[in-house]
């Protein structure tokens, strides 16, 4: 099945570059693969501090074009299911990368990686911060920083909006239910557990219904 | 709005555990999704940041190197902060860190494995598709609570500008993000928007 799946993600023109045998099995057999969790922790540090305004993208070039610890067809899925799963995307995504090289000690270097070092780095920024709060410069600069980063949240959703084009929900549906979840939250400013809950339960229950044709 | 002054009892900080908690386990789409839950329950409801804290938080984990899921610490941060000090401040960091982290990484973990033996499965894929749409849009909602398109337009307006153009600069090209914040902190510093 899982061969049957990644076949059909890879593409007949792609298809021939890669040993079907290798095809369905786990990743890290024919690929670089990190040394030790160490490794990881430290690959993933480093990572880290070179994403300003998200990682995603650093993750991908490092390590799938870089390191070759990943394929891209493997990076799609990873990334796939960390989108799907509750919790940040890129920590649920280094996460799985570490875990699938050495279990739960791999899950947990790659986690503290990428959060210990930037961590620290972020709570001197804020003591920083704190001190010079009151300068109306650094007030306006922050002000200005917040709306680009509002900016940069809505980009990623346009990129995304993109994606929706091949959901089996159809177009107008997509709109429907997003515009629903949007008045809600963003106009009505419910809970987010009721948009999720009701909304979310009805959009999954038409899908449900609509990959049955 | 000026930071207030708290005095927050054990059953405060687990509150705000509990609250981290069920936030993970509802942020599908990275925890940036939640950001206007935790604006509801931290600043209009509880009254234990201030807005213009909140959107410190954010913009100052958006600045810095990192996964923005950091802007989370930085909420514990400035809640322990306005609480007492540095000592209460890295303990909000490990509530709310830990909060928004435990729950999900456990989950994801488990579920990986599954999800990816059966994501041929009817109901995966449903849950994937349906979830598709709800998921974009609570991006919009937080672009738009975050830039403050509710407040009135007089004043704000190049606020709206700057986030609208940032918004379309990263969607249609793939210029470096440390740009646009740069050229958004300039904008502020000199008090153009």
């Given at each position: 099945?899982?061969g049957?799946w990644?076949?059909r993600l890879?593409?007949?023109?792609?298809?021939p570059?890669?040993?079907?045998?290798?095809?369905?099995?786990?990743?890290?057999?024919?690929?670089?693969?990190?040394?030790s969790?160490?490794?990881?922790?430290?690959s993933?540090?480093v990572?880290?501090l070179?994403?300003?305004?998200?990682?995603?993208?650093?993750?991908?070039?490092?390590?799938?074009?870089?390191?070759?610890?990943?394929?891209?067809?493997?990076?799609?899925?990873d990334w796939?299911?960390?989108?799907?799963?509750p919790?940040?995307?890129?920590?649920?995504?280094?996460?799985?990368?570490?875990?699938?090289?050495?279990g739960?000690?791999g899950?947990?270097?790659?986690?503290?990686?990428?959060l210990t070092?930037?961590?620290?780095?972020?709570?001197?920024?804020?003591?920083?911060?704190a001190?010079?709060?009151?300068?109306?410069g650094?007030?306006?600069?922050?002000?200005?920083?917040?709306?680009?980063?509002?900016?940069?949240?809505?980009?990623?959703?346009l990129?995304?909006?993109g994606?929706?084009?091949?959901?089996p929900?159809g177009?107008?549906?997509?709109?429907?239910?997003?515009?629903?979840?949007f008045?809600a939250?963003a106009?009505?400013?419910?809970?987010?557990?009721?948009?999720?809950a009701?909304l979310?339960?009805?959009?999954?229950?038409?899908?449900?219904?609509?990959?049955?044709? | 709005?000026?930071?207030p002054?708290l005095a927050?009892?054990w059953?405060?900080w687990?509150?705000?555990?509990?609250?981290?908690?069920v936030?993970?386990?509802?942020?599908?789409?990275?925890?940036?999704?939640?950001?206007?839950e935790?604006h509801?329950?931290l600043?209009?409801?509880?009254?234990?940041?201030?807005?213009?804290q909140?959107?410190a938080?954010?913009?100052?984990?958006?600045?810095?190197p990192?996964?923005?899921?950091?802007?989370?610490?930085?909420?514990?941060?400035n809640?322990?902060?306005?609480?007492?000090?540095?000592?209460?401040?890295?303990?909000?960091?490990?509530?709310?860190?830990?909060?928004?982290?435990?729950?999900?990484?456990?989950?994801?973990?488990?579920?990986a494995?599954?999800?990816?033996?059966?994501?041929?499965?009817?109901?995966?894929?449903?849950f994937?598709?349906?979830m598709?749409?709800?998921?974009v849009?609570?991006?919009?909602?937080?672009?738009?609570?975050?830039?403050?398109?509710?407040?009135p337009?007089?004043?704000?307006?190049?606020?709206?500008?700057?986030?609208?153009a940032?918004?379309?600069?990263?969607?249609?090209?793939?210029i470096?993000?440390l740009w646009?914040l740069?050229?958004?902190?300039?904008?502020?510093?000199?008090?153009?928007v």
């Amino acid at each position: 099945m899982a061969g049957r799946w990644r076949r059909r993600l890879r593409g007949p023109s792609s298809l021939p570059t890669r040993l079907p045998l290798h095809v369905t099995t786990s990743s890290a057999t024919d690929h670089p693969r990190p040394r030790s969790p160490a490794d990881l922790f430290l690959s993933f540090t480093v990572l880290a501090l070179q994403g300003f305004g998200g990682v995603v993208a650093i993750v991908q070039h490092e390590l799938v074009e870089r390191k070759r610890w990943l394929t891209r067809e493997e990076f799609l899925e990873d990334w796939a299911v960390a989108q799907v799963m509750p919790g940040p995307n890129v920590v649920n995504l280094s996460m799985m990368i570490g875990g699938r090289y050495f279990g739960w000690r791999g899950a947990v270097a790659a986690l503290a990686g990428m959060l210990t070092v930037p961590l620290a780095v972020l709570l001197v920024i804020a003591l920083l911060y704190a001190n010079v709060a009151t300068h109306p410069g650094v007030a306006g600069a922050l002000r200005g920083m917040g709306a680009v980063a509002a900016g940069l949240i809505g980009g990623a959703g346009l990129k995304l909006a993109g994606t929706l084009g091949g959901n089996p929900l159809g177009r107008p549906l997509c709109i429907a239910l997003g515009a629903a979840a949007f008045a809600a939250v963003a106009l009505l400013r419910l809970p987010l557990v009721a948009a999720l809950a009701g909304l979310g339960a009805v959009a999954c229950a038409l899908a449900w219904r609509r990959l049955a044709r | 709005m000026n930071a207030p002054q708290l005095a927050l009892q054990w059953s405060d900080w687990l509150h705000l555990f509990g609250h981290y908690l069920v936030l993970s386990l509802l942020s599908v789409g990275g925890a940036i999704t939640t950001a206007p839950e935790m604006h509801r329950y931290l600043v209009d409801e509880q009254r234990w940041l201030a807005d213009s804290q909140f959107n410190a938080s954010i913009a100052l984990a958006q600045a810095a190197p990192g996964p923005n899921i950091l802007f989370v610490a930085l909420m514990g941060w400035n809640i322990g902060m306005n609480a007492g000090g540095i000592g209460a401040a890295l303990f909000g960091v490990a509530v709310t860190l830990t909060g928004i982290l435990l729950p999900s990484t456990l989950l994801t973990y488990t579920a990986a494995s599954w999800g990816h033996r059966n994501r041929e499965l009817r109901a995966v894929r449903a849950f994937k598709a349906g979830m598709a749409p709800i998921v974009v849009a609570l991006m919009f909602s937080t672009a738009w609570i975050l830039a403050g398109a509710d407040l009135p337009a007089a004043g704000h307006w190049p606020l709206w500008l700057l986030a609208a153009a940032a918004a379309l600069i990263v969607w249609r090209t793939r210029i470096h993000l440390l740009w646009l914040l740069g050229g958004g902190a300039l904008l502020g510093w000199f008090g153009l928007v």
